[in-house]
């Protein structure tokens, strides 16, 4: 009976001290709370720095990381900064998120992803700043938005990658990555970094080439163009896409053709389209010189 009556005492006692216990939850949001008024970066630190340390799997550690990493880089501490950034984003095992995480563009994750980029540049470790760059375009899903927003920011970090490229005199990487990026007809609007990839492209060729030998190249690569096609089978359609390919400083450019039998058309066919008297292989070459790769080439 005595031993009965001391566990039910012990089990009320446990009960009570885990209730006043406090959790990773409690530290975030009083933090967080306290944000709204006037919070101040001792506070950020005390509990912050508790809560990453003693719940290191919380998911309110990507949140808790990128505001010390704020503190840390209002201080002028980058070191300790980057290390934080790095944390929001790889977490405890330092690895990237899944591919099928779907990271928005306005969450706690980019943001560090982009502040971590940022002090990585500026500190002159430009590899690193690469990675997370290409890591920000290929092993990460994040959502820009649609149409326009998507291709803007794709293209924006192209031309920001290239730019390292350069700095770490990398120039045929970066021409090869802008390539990519190179639309059949010039766009109408800019980007982040206001000139569009064709634009840089265009600088860096000036700087760094010799504008007889791209031309030569390039005539070259569009006279042994080639056709493929692309079989889309799925519930809804049942489309045949043909693409025009050329190889061009070894970067191999396709822009689609048209569809078949299916009503997609692009610029390319219907182009050609506008030169019947002669053969397709003529009609394809002529419109492969109209387009905004073969202009700016032309004109360096």
């Known amino acids: 009976m005595i031993r009965l009556v001391l566990?039910?005492?012990?089990c009320i006692a446990a009960t009570a001290n885990a209730?006043?216990?406090k959790m990773a939850e409690d530290y975030y949001y009083e933090t967080i709370h306290v944000s709204d008024?006037?919070?101040s970066d001792s506070i950020v630190l005390t509990?912050?720095?508790?809560l990453v340390e003693h719940f290191p799997r919380s998911r309110f550690c990507t949140d808790a990381y990128y505001f010390l990493g704020q503190v840390h880089e209002k201080k002028g501490d980058d070191r300790l900064?980057?290390?934080a950034y790095r944390r929001s984003i790889l977490g405890q095992d330092e690895q990237l998120p899944p591919r099928d995480t779907v990271l928005s563009d306005f969450g706690t994750a980019v943001h560090?992803?982009?502040?971590?980029?940022d002090l990585y540049e500026k500190t002159g470790n430009y590899d690193s700043a690469l990675y997370f760059l290409y890591a920000e375009d290929t092993a990460l899903s994040i959502f820009h938005g649609c149409g326009t927003g998507e291709d803007l920011a794709r293209e924006g970090s192209a031309i920001r990658r290239a730019n390292l490229h350069l700095k770490l005199n990398q120039v045929r990487d970066a021409e090869r990555l802008l390539l990519t990026y190179?639309?059949?007809t010039k766009r109408g609007y800019e980007g982040e970094y206001g000139a569009s990839a064709s634009e840089r492209l265009s600088e860096i060729f000036s700087k760094y080439d010799n504008a007889n030998t791209l031309n030569q190249q390039i005539e070259k690569a569009i006279e042994n163009y080639s056709l493929d096609t692309v079989y889309d089978r799925t519930d809804t359609r049942q489309d045949t896409m043909v693409y025009c390919f050329f190889n061009f400083l070894g970067v191999k450019i396709g822009y689609f053709y048209r569809g078949l039998p299916g009503p997609y058309e692009d610029e390319v066919y219907k182009y050609s389209l506008e030169l019947p008297?002669?053969?397709e292989k003529e009609r394809i070459v002529a419109v492969l010189k109209k387009s905004e790769l073969y202009r700016m080439v032309r004109q360096l």
């Not at 566990?7 to 012990?10: A, G, M, P």
């Not at 560090?112 to 980029?117: A, D, E, H, V």
């Open 37 to 39: 008024t006037s919070i």
């Open 277 to 279: 008297s002669v053969s």
């Open 182 to 184: 190179v639309p059949f």
């Open 81 to 83: 900064a980057i290390s």
């Open 112 to 117: 560090s992803l982009k502040q971590l980029i």
């Open 7 to 10: 566990l039910v005492i012990f």
């Open 47 to 50: 509990n912050f720095s508790y």
């Open 19 to 21: 209730r006043g216990q």
